[in-house]
């Protein structure tokens, strides 16, 4: 029986670390995400000279890979600055592995690394708050998360905030936002920040679950850790699957996808207020709503 041909690098003749559409060694397909993800930010103006970013740490595959890739890239720009910031939610048996694994990941790549707790901000854990809530562990983790890391960075003076959102996350995003009619989610996704938002980047949205995935183990940096305890079934992870099957038939349908979702949104920006709502302040933190009181407030207030 004849011995398989090895795979062999495209590039350089090496021994592949991957076959299909990519065909690279390791050393070039590490090269080529770090090239896709600095060709995007450029073509974007994602991030400019003299800026100082703020990057969302969660400590998982992502994050962790987005952090390393934006300080590799650094040399790029001119006096850029990171600040990576880590939210606690306070879980127990689960959040304390994470959270040491982002301060390792800071601390060997320098960068300067702020940890903010459920518990200092709202004055609970994930788990004690939700006992006072008829509300999701998921819908009040998340909208918490997103405040924390808003108020962070107004609070450092920071311009952007860099997530680590990949390419699935923004197609499954945009598929959940079009089967549950989520029309003020799509336009507030295309509308411009108003002075009282950072603006959210996502350096790695070109980047797919694959490819951040295997840079992330061919470098090192990538680590498992259980599941979240509140994880369970949801419309995303279903949205997530439908993709998954249709891309055995149909290659790159959910890039695809999200790049038409993406030019959507373009036509929404520049249609002026297309909702017909504006933005306003908070009554009680001051932050950005629709309403009178931002969601991260009603939730809290809420049976204290």
């Known amino acids: 029986m004849a011995a398989e041909t090895p795979l062999l690098c495209k590039t350089c003749g090496a021994n592949a670390v991957s076959g299909g559409e990519y065909l690279l060694c390791t050393t070039h397909f590490c090269e080529m995400v770090e090239k896709k993800v600095r060709t995007h930010i450029a073509d974007q103006n994602l991030i400019l000279d003299n800026e100082h970013i703020a990057v969302a740490l969660s400590g998982g595959k992502d994050s962790t890979v987005l952090l390393y890739i934006l300080s590799k890239i650094l040399p790029y720009f001119e006096r850029v600055k990171l600040t990576a910031i880590t939210v606690d939610e306070g879980i127990p048996n689960y959040r304390e592995q994470t959270l040491a694994y982002a301060q390792e990941v800071a601390n060997f790549l320098n960068i300067e690394h702020r940890i903010i707790s459920f518990r200092e901000t709202f004055g609970g854990s994930l788990p004690s708050l939700l006992k006072k809530r008829n509300v999701s562990a998921c819908t009040l983790c998340g909208v918490l998360r997103r405040k924390i890391l808003e108020q962070e960075t107004f609070s450092i003076a920071v311009p952007k905030l860099a997530t680590g959102h990949s390419l699935d996350d923004e197609a499954e ?3 959940m936002n079009i089967l549950t009619a989520n029309i003020d989610a799509i336009i507030n996704t295309a509308s411009p920040n108003s002075g009282k938002e950072s603006l959210r980047i996502k350096p790695l949205s070109v980047l797919n679950e694959y490819e951040i995935a295997l840079y992330g183990i061919l470098k090192g940096i990538f680590r498992e850790f259980p599941e979240c305890p509140y994880a369970g079934p949801s ?23 999200a790049d038409n979702y993406n030019s959507l949104l373009s036509s929404i920006a ?3 207020n297309p909702s017909g709502k504006s933005k306003k302040e908070c009554n009680i933190c001051g932050g950005p709503t629709s309403g009178d009181i931002c969601r991260a407030c009603i939730l809290i207030d809420a049976k204290k």
């Open 235 to 257: 419309l995303r992870a279903e949205v997530r699957q439908m993709f998954l099957n249709m891309e055995s038939t149909y290659p790159n349908i959910t890039g695809q996808f």
């Open 173 to 175: 995003t945009a598929m």
């Open 270 to 272: 520049n249609v002026e």
